[in-house]
């Protein structure tokens, strides 16, 4: 069976919910209220995405895990992180700002200029 | 609408220019800390939204209001403190649009309301897409998970930053690493700190407000920037080399997967990395005479930008909106106000004041000043706590004897009357009261077809003054316009007892006249009481003593009028001295066979006044010439005429003889119109130009006067 793929958020609430399972929603809204600051309608709504994806299921209420911990890939994470949210940060005001990604000789130039004043010299 | 445009542009023009003066002061505060910068950018800030000013004589700003221009005045006007500039853009425009109209120039004011449209939709669209941005981000962070305090790990971040207004949050990406996170958090914290997090969205608001000025948005992008540098420098201060080397290092890590970063999240690799770690790695703290001298340049600054010039409008040079104030006269022994002399006004739109308050005393002082200007008589309007506010508006007039009054109307609609010697210094200064506004048409008679008229035509000319009740007697109000010239209003000496003199204003029937209207009325001499009033039409100056009541009265009663000894030819009356003139010009040059006939259309007489003497006057008048060549035998035929805008001015002596002083016509051909506009008065203009409003009046008027010349033949 493939592995649903999670994000990074969604595993934290994974991680409170293999604790605690099977557990109340109501219970776990207040968990997550606790450790990860979430407001109950947050709480709601990833349950019932979890859901969608079969990562849980919530029956009457109670909610249990479909997906064991182990089996959950951390590695994909990233990968999806840098997909889905390609380009969606709000850009109102990029006139002087002027980053493009820094090019490597960029990256190789300052990162040269930081290991020299390590080393002391200026 | 337009206003608030217009006054925002001003603002922007002026905000550019401190911009240039930023940048450079930039350059000079290279070694200063940086938060100075942002103070700086502050400064601007407030310079754009400070709706006032004050003035100081420190002010380095051009001009404070560089597009002057109320929707409803005459003609748009440049200001920008650059003479050249000014002188031909302002020449230019007065070509393009003429002034004296006092209706709204429809042109200009149609131009500016489409840019202030074009400017709120801008406004619009940028705080919508900030808006918009700003709420996505807002529920892309739904699910960050909390870390501690108010800090949080999400994964819609790929580059740490902070969000919120009210309760600022730190939002981190999952993929930090630990060694990282605690710098990347301190300068967070130190931008919530510094409040960044509101100055930012704030000074994008103002900016889309301005959003038309380019020096604005480079402000608003190094404003940015120069945020992130004071950062840096916060948490750097007391670093350790080995721990700022680190830093950079955080610096760079976190610019790698980088995207372009919004104006409302604070972000931690934002602006150019390797500015960043420069700036960083090479960071001393500044001496504290450094921080000294920049604050001190910082408070001159606010004071030298934050402050408009002082205007310098000199009193009789004014650039205000002006109109001229035709008539000017003043009646002694005024029973509602306590002033020996009471001056009564009248504008050229109509307007009516009379003096009600003089303030000379409290300008005693001043007799001696010279040129004052505008502003040193709001300031003196100030210190004496006379409630002034300031000038919007200007009429002149000048008298024979060379004293020039300056009536200066406030926002409120109060007029000042400021009367000068000739050497410029005050010699009176009142307070006047708005009285109404009068019929213009009696400003500007619109016909003086100069016949007395039967009885049925007075009745279709003046139908109030027929079929009055005789009951209690009749009483005739009679007032002077000029030496020989009266002018009467006919009443029921009961039932209307006038304690104004509002009447005066609206008609007036000549002696001859007044004298065939009395015989429709079968009525006594000795119930028939004439009285002389004061007018507010009329410049002539006289006095309401017993002496000159019994004249008038006598004068009234005369057949004819008294006949001093004058010499031969002399003119007592305008209308003949009118004709005289127009007959001199034109009838001499009738080709052989035909006989050139004129006839003329009165706009506006003006008389300079207030007249000193009660003998000497100055009165010109302005028509329209129509002059024909007829040929006249059996019958009448046209043949060759025109229209002739004519202008002239005559002399009154104390024997009330006209003598022509000057004759002016606009040219014909290419010139004609721009003549007409240089010699007539401003508002008639359009009068003039238009034949339609009197070319029927005086066709008729001429051929009943050609065919009189051929019953006379």
Redesign the interface.
């Known amino acids: 069976m493939e592995i649903p793929k999670i994000?990074?958020?969604?595993y934290?609430f994974c991680l409170i919910l293999w604790e605690h399972e099977p557990v109340k929603s109501i219970e776990l809204v207040k968990l997550c209220k606790e450790?990860?600051?979430?407001?109950p309608t947050?709480t709601y709504?990833?349950i019932k995405r979890l859901s969608e994806r079969n990562v849980l299921k919530n029956e009457n209420t109670v909610v249990t895990s479909l997906v064991s911990k182990d089996a959950v890939q951390a590695a994909e994470?990233?990968e999806?992180?840098?997909k889905t949210?390609?380009?969606?940060?709000?850009?109102?005001?990029?006139?002087?700002?002027?980053?493009?990604?820094?090019s490597s000789e960029?990256?190789d130039?300052?990162?040269q200029?930081?290991d020299r004043?390590?080393k002391g010299e200026? | 609408m337009a206003d608030i445009f217009l006054k925002t542009v001003n603002m922007s023009i002026s905000a550019g220019w401190i911009v240039l003066a930023v940048l450079l002061l930039r350059l000079i505060l290279k070694r200063a800390p940086k938060w100075i910068n942002c103070v700086l950018w502050g400064i601007v800030g407030l310079r754009l939204v400070m709706p006032f000013s004050f003035e100081s004589i420190f002010s380095l700003i051009p001009s404070p209001e560089t597009i002057s221009k109320a929707p409803d005045s005459p003609r748009p006007h440049i200001e920008s403190g650059v003479t050249v500039v000014d002188e031909t853009i302002n020449a230019y425009l007065k070509g393009t649009y003429f002034e004296g109209v006092t209706k709204s120039m429809g042109y200009f004011t149609d131009v500016t309301t489409i840019m202030a449209v074009l400017w709120l939709a801008g406004i619009i669209v940028l705080m919508f897409y900030a808006v918009i941005s700003y709420f996505r981000l807002h529920i892309k962070v739904g699910t960050a998970v909390l870390l501690r305090n108010n800090i949080y790990q999400c994964e819609a971040v790929i580059s740490p930053f902070v969000l919120g207004i009210i309760r600022p949050k730190i939002y981190l990406p999952f993929s930090i690493s630990e060694k990282d996170v605690e710098l990347v958090i301190s300068h967070e914290t130190a931008h919530i700190r510094r409040k960044d997090y509101l100055w930012k969205p704030l000074g994008f608001m103002l900016l889309s407000l301005h959003w038309f000025n380019p020096f604005l948005w480079i402000g608003y992008g190094l404003l940015c920037r120069d945020i992130e540098l004071a950062c840096d420098e916060k948490v750097v201060k007391e670093f350790t080399n080995n721990e700022k080397a680190d830093y950079s290092q955080a610096l760079l890590n976190c610019s790698v997967n980088r995207r372009l970063i919004a104006a409302c999240p604070l972000a931690f690799g934002e602006t150019g990395v390797k500015n960043r770690v420069k700036a960083v790695l090479s960071y001393k703290k500044p001496a504290v005479i450094i921080i000294i001298l920049a604050v001190t340049v910082c408070v001159i600054f606010g004071a030298v930008f934050l402050t408009n010039p002082v205007s310098e409008k000199p009193l009789l040079n004014s650039e205000f909106e002006t109109g001229r104030c035709l008539y000017s006269f003043v009646v002694s022994e005024d029973k509602e106000t306590e002033i020996n002399e009471v001056i009564y006004n009248i504008t050229e739109d109509g307007e009516v004041y009379k003096s009600f308050d003089e303030y000379t005393h409290d300008f005693l002082g001043l007799l001696t000043e010279n040129n004052m200007s505008v502003s040193d008589l709001e300031k003196r309007f100030t210190e004496k706590k006379i409630d002034f506010g300031s000038v919007t508006k200007v009429y002149f007039v000048t008298d024979t004897a060379g004293t020039e009054t300056v009536f200066m109307q406030n926002s409120r609609g109060t007029v000042f009357a400021v009367s000068f010697f000739s050497d410029g210094s005050v010699m009176s200064v009142f307070k006047l009261k708005r009285l109404g506004k009068c019929n213009t048409d009696v400003v500007y008679p619109e016909s003086t077809v100069n016949n007395a008229g039967t009885l049925k035509e007075l009745k279709d000319k003046y139908p109030e003054f027929f079929n009055l009740s005789t009951d209690g007697g009749l009483t005739v109000y009679i007032w002077q316009m000029s030496s020989m010239n009266y002018r009467c209003y006919l009443a029921n000496s009961v039932t209307e007892a006038f304690s104004d003199n509002s009447f005066a204003y609206t008609t007036g029937a000549t002696v001859t006249e007044m004298r065939i209207i009395l015989s429709s009325y079968n009525i006594k001499k000795e119930d028939v009481t004439v009285m002389a009033v004061t007018n507010p039409l009329s410049s002539y100056y006289y006095v309401l003593d017993k002496e000159y009541q019994e004249y008038v009265k006598e004068m009234f009663w005369q057949e004819e009028p008294e006949k001093t000894a004058l010499k031969e030819g002399s003119v007592l009356d305008l209308d003949a001295a009118i004709n005289d003139v127009l007959d001199e010009k034109y009838s001499g040059s009738a080709p052989e066979g035909l006989v050139n006939i004129q006839s003329y259309y009165l706009f506006a007489n003006e008389v300079a006044g207030p007249a000193s003497s009660e003998y000497i006057e100055e009165i010109t008048v302005y028509i329209v010439v129509y002059q024909m060549n007829y040929s006249i035998d059996t019958k009448i035929e046209e043949v060759e005429g025109s229209f002739v805008p004519t202008v002239m001015t005559f002399m009154i002596d104390e024997n009330g003889v006209y003598t022509l002083k000057d004759y002016r016509t606009p040219r014909k051909g290419e010139h004609f119109e721009e003549d007409v506009r240089e010699i007539f008065l401003p508002s008639i203009v359009h009068y003039v130009l238009d034949e339609e409003n009197y070319s029927e009046a005086l066709i008729e008027d001429s051929l009943f006067k050609a065919s009189e010349y051929l019953k006379n033949k």
Do not use: C, D
């Open positions: 994000f990074e958020s969604e934290r450790q990860l600051g979430w407001k947050t709504t990833v994470i990233n999806m992180v840098e949210f390609e380009g969606s940060i709000p850009a109102f005001v990029a006139a002087f700002t002027k980053h493009k990604k820094l960029e990256i130039a300052v990162q200029m930081i004043y390590r200026q």
